[in-house]
């Protein structure tokens, strides 16, 4: 069975640029979460999914970014006018629709903002 | 939300049990005590979930006290590929809680041979 599979695994974007960044998840999964981790810091929530709803962005901020989960394809992280402090490893995980399974997390994106 | 906090980091030698813990006072009535490990360039890996007691799986077991205000994982006989971040969650059960999932800093654990 595939886990998580996340792509591209390392992005380059030079300051002003748009960042996509997508997330398979487990086949059978219908949660979503995306989470930024900062070099020898843990992992930030950013926001939560479900198919074609988003639950709770809370972890997000209010300009620039933003995330889907569509009925069909990959959920879609997608950072605006990317600035250097976008730099970061951006990890996705997922989960079936009982509450308390594990999270099953994707190898991240790599993102550099030169 | 209940917060944790667990050693930064910790070091041991190959074939050493190794047990970390972490405290959790406000843990509520419907909390879950859940363990993941990261490597360096990998996404964070499931290692072990519990209520209360004692559970063990292939991998680790964890020790949660009566008054669930802390948990102790438990690493038997580590390799140097134990060599990771341990990260001590404490999950809610309901539908408000599934996106609570909240990550800290971890504890670094450096096996040396």
């Known amino acids: 069975n595939a886990g998580v599979m996340q792509n591209p695994r390392h992005l380059v974007r030079r300051r002003g640029q748009e960042a996509r960044l997508r997330c398979s998840p487990v086949k059978g999964h219908s949660h979503v979460y995306w989470y930024r981790q900062l070099p020898e810091e843990g992992l930030k929530f950013m926001v939560y999914l479900q198919k074609e709803n988003i639950i709770d962005e809370s972890g997000m901020p209010k300009e620039r970014f933003s995330a889907e989960f569509p009925k069909e394809g990959p959920s879609i992280l997608r950072i605006q006018q990317v600035v250097r402090g976008d730099s970061a490893a951006y990890f996705c995980?997922?989960?079936?629709?009982?509450?308390?399974?594990?999270?099953?997390f994707g190898n991240g994106t790599r993102l550099t903002v030169t | 939300l209940a917060k944790t906090t667990q050693p930064i980091s910790m070091d041991s030698y190959e074939g050493q049990e190794v047990n970390i813990t972490c405290s959790h006072n406000?843990?509520?009535?419907?909390?879950?005590i859940t363990w993941y490990q990261q490597f360096p360039s990998q996404g964070p890996r499931f290692i072990i979930q519990g209520y209360k007691t004692k559970v063990t799986n292939e991998v680790a077991s964890l020790f949660i006290p009566a008054d669930r205000k802390s948990s102790t994982l438990s690493l038997p006989r580590v390799s140097l590929s134990d060599t990771a971040v341990y990260y001590c969650l404490v999950v809610g059960s309901g539908w408000s809680s599934a996106s609570k999932i909240i990550f800290g800093s971890g504890t670094r654990l450096s096996i040396r041979p």
């Open positions: 406000n843990i509520a009535t419907n909390d879950y």
């Open positions: 995980a997922s989960s079936p629709v009982s509450y308390n399974s594990p999270l099953h």
